[in-house]
């Protein structure tokens, strides 16, 4: 009887270890479309547009959804966030407006951001090495 006993609490200490059994289909949603556009937040022209999907893995028409993916979930989906402070000495100050957007679902969670910089230098200064906008 003891001999059963410690054969079972083996079995049980080695499914514990293993940890807990997961479905594959059990994810939070992740679908986003992301848009990079001329002209001001009132009368925006889409230049250039992607979708995106984080999971359950990086999949869409971004070039690189791997490594997007990765950069959403370094930053929580906070696309705000993924710009850094940029200094204006090295850009110039002609006003030819860009506006960047996300629209969708990030982990379950209802997604609408916008950002507009002055022009294309200004964005690309923002958002230096960023994967996310980089189609």
Do not use: I
């Given at each position: 009887m003891t001999s059963t006993l410690a054969v079972a609490g083996t079995t049980a200490a080695g499914a514990v270890e293993?940890?807990?059994v997961r479905s594959a289909g059990l994810y939070?949603?992740?679908?986003?479309?992301?848009?990079v556009g001329k002209g001001d937040t009132a009368s925006v022209t889409v230049q250039r547009a992607v979708?995106?999907?984080?999971a359950p893995r990086a999949t869409g028409t971004h070039p690189?959804?791997?490594a997007a993916c990765s950069e959403l979930r370094s930053?929580?989906?906070?696309?705000?966030?993924?710009?850094?402070?940029?200094?204006?000495?090295?850009c110039t100050r002609q006003w030819d407006p860009l506006v960047l957007s996300a629209t969708g679902v990030w982990q379950g969670r209802n997604v609408s951001w916008s950002a507009t910089y002055g022009n294309a230098c200004e964005m690309r200064a923002s958002l230096t090495d960023g994967s996310v906008f980089a189609f």
């Amino acid at each position: 009887m003891t001999s059963t006993l410690a054969v079972a609490g083996t079995t049980a200490a080695g499914a514990v270890e293993a940890g807990p059994v997961r479905s594959a289909g059990l994810y939070a949603p992740s679908a986003l479309v992301l848009t990079v556009g001329k002209g001001d937040t009132a009368s925006v022209t889409v230049q250039r547009a992607v979708t995106l999907s984080c999971a359950p893995r990086a999949t869409g028409t971004h070039p690189a959804p791997g490594a997007a993916c990765s950069e959403l979930r370094s930053v929580d989906g906070e696309f705000g966030l993924l710009a850094r402070p940029q200094s204006q000495g090295n850009c110039t100050r002609q006003w030819d407006p860009l506006v960047l957007s996300a629209t969708g679902v990030w982990q379950g969670r209802n997604v609408s951001w916008s950002a507009t910089y002055g022009n294309a230098c200004e964005m690309r200064a923002s958002l230096t090495d960023g994967s996310v906008f980089a189609f």
